[in-house]
């Protein structure tokens, strides 16, 4: 009787662990082994690569716990209010694909940067193909951690 038990038991954690759901979903990772990047250049590609894994947990770790980001429907304080924003937008918007374009570095210290370019996204909304995009704006300061995002500033595209 023992030993029945422990081959169901066996069968039944091999069943869960090696599910189809299990194997087919990668975990997601970070593009560099910590989120210490050494340049706002480095910190804002890997942003871009991390937002189309949809992961906040990823996410996070480019962001500035006193960072303000600021989008159309309202302004986000702190990274618990921008966790909320952003898990609502991966919860939208499927299979995402998050770009930059027209990056363009405006100021620039030895512990500060800032930035303006073009935001372009793609996915699936309610099981339909989307996409848009707009203007955008990011500070970025160098921390004990390496450069984190301060502030983000998403906006429609300019009509001209």
């Known amino acids: 009787m023992k030993y029945r038990t422990a081959v169901l038991a066996f069968v039944l954690i091999s069943f869960s662990v ?8 990668p975990k997601p990772t970070m593009p560099q082994e ?6 706002p250049e480095e ?12 992961s906040w947990a990823l996410v996070k770790e480019l962001i500035h716990e006193d960072a303000v980001f600021i989008f ?6 702190g990274k618990d209010e921008i966790r909320g924003a952003f898990e609502k937008t991966f919860d939208l918007i499927k299979e ?11 100021a620039r210290t030895s512990d500060m940067a800032s930035c ?10 309610h099981g339909n193909p ?4 707009g203007r955008g704006s990011s500070v970025l300061i ?17 009509k001209n």
């Open 142 to 158: 160098k921390t004990e951690g390496g450069w984190k995002i301060i502030q983000e500033h998403l906006g429609p595209p300019a």
């Open 34 to 39: 910590s989120s210490n990047f050494k340049t």
């Open 72 to 77: 159309t429907e309202s302004t986000f304080r």
């Open 96 to 106: 995402e694909k998050y770009w930059l374009t027209n990056l363009n570095w405006v």
């Open 116 to 125: 303006e370019y073009i935001f372009n996204w793609e996915g699936i909304i």
């Open 18 to 25: 090696l599910s189809p759901a299990t194997i087919a979903e």
């Open 130 to 133: 989307s996409s848009g995009g």
């Open 43 to 54: 910190t804002l590609q890997a942003y871009e690569k991390l937002l189309s894994q949809q």
